[in-house]
């Protein structure tokens, strides 16, 4: 299928040539292909508006849970630490396995998150906002700007270790040093069944993740806010705020104020009453569980996950872009049986796009950039001029709109960026 549609975009690559000079590249960006109704997308994208207009100079890995296998997932350390060499990356969504994918796809394991893995190899934060589009409103109408979500990307619940306990006993807590005495603290002394839940994080975790808050409120001009349950976590919680504080007034605060931006503390509840009321336009860091739930209740509330730009930034200066979504797997299997399906593609365009100007910032490529740029617009002037996927067709305030299916939009898409260029 893929063959098919690269020999046929090299026919038209042939007949463009006389119309114009293709954007060039000087590094590869790492390309990081993955599975279902998002890797059809994602050639589509490639063959209709990247290709025809940018000579695509990428290091390909195939993150498909297919290939995952025949590599026993060494792939993704491979895309992971190839990520780190060049500094810039773009990842399609990808499968993490349960017990029926095991089943359904042979696997030889029950293979992690590609995504934990990435992120754990580049000890990066997540990085997410909302696309906005006029015709597409937020519920909290007080929302002017997008949200941005930075998600602390390692610990807590997602590194848990937990146990079921079967009746009447002790829990405790028991630090084992190398070189000391143990210590132990008492979780509860159990007089009936429960459960029970041990977390942990890393004081170089939270060191990177408080760095790259504070860099990418400067490199996007946005105040920082952080949030935390500090005041009940006394030590867990209260480390990340500690932290935060002592890296903001060493490191950042002289840049804050040049820059004309702020950082703000506050407990996890005030924020979230606060971010309801707020007109938007700020970073807002969470931990690891929290990011993860305010990231959907953002999204949501601003239209659909597929309208959601994720981008994740290590302290380096190392970042890999993707779409908040997954594979979309309803619609992989309508796609197969030969049905017409109408996906939202603008996550993963503008993971494309947000990896495009990037990599020409970098280089110092001003065509690059501002392609990503009008690919941008492209996608934007599109779906406000009444042409878009039915997902949000379904909540559009614009009158009449039109419903394309997930190819006929992407070529819309180029139609509107194609009046920038010819």
Known sequence: MYQGARAMNEEFQESEENVMEKIKMTTPIVEMDGDEMTRILWQYIKD??????????????????????????????????????????????????????????????????????????????????????????????????????????????????EMVIPGPGKVELVYTPEDGDESRVLVHEFQSTGVVQGQHNLNPSIKSFARSCFNYALDTRQDLWFATKDTISKKYDHTFKDIFEEIFEAEYAAKFQEAGITYFYTLIDDAVARVMKAEGGFIWACKNYDGDVMSDMISSACGSLAMMTSVLVSPSGVYEYE?????????????????????????TIFAWTGALRKRGELDGLDDLSA?????????????????????????????????????????????????FYL
């Open 371 to 419: 392609f990503a740029d009008n690919l941008e617009k492209a996608c934007i002037d599109t779906i406000e001029s009444g042409k878009m996927t039915k997902d949000l067709a379904l909540i559009t305030e614009t009158e009449n709109p039109t419903v394309l299916n997930s190819l006929d939009f992407i070529r819309a898409v180029r139609s509107t960026l194609e009046g």
């Open 48 to 161: 209709e508006l990247l290709l025809p207009f940018v000579d695509l100079h990428t290091e390909y890995y195939d993150l498909g849970l297919v290939h995952r296998n025949e590599t026993d997932d060494r792939v993704t350390i491979d895309a992971a630490n190839a990520t780190k060499k060049y500094g810039v990356a773009v990842k399609c969504a990808t499968i993490t396995p349960n017990a029926a994918r095991v089943k359904e796809y042979d696997l030889k394991e029950m293979y992690k998150s590609p995504n934990g893995t990435i992120r754990a190899i580049l000890d990066g934060t997540v990085f997410r906002a909302p696309i906005r589009v006029k015709g597409i409103e937020p519920c909290v109408k007080n929302w002017k700007k997008p949200i941005t979500i930075a998600r602390h990307a390692y610990g807590d619940v997602y590194k848990s270790s």
């Open 323 to 347: 779409a908040a979504h997954g594979t979309v797997m309803r619609h992989y299997y309508k796609h197969l049986a030969g049905e017409e399906t109408s996906t939202n593609s603008v996550a």
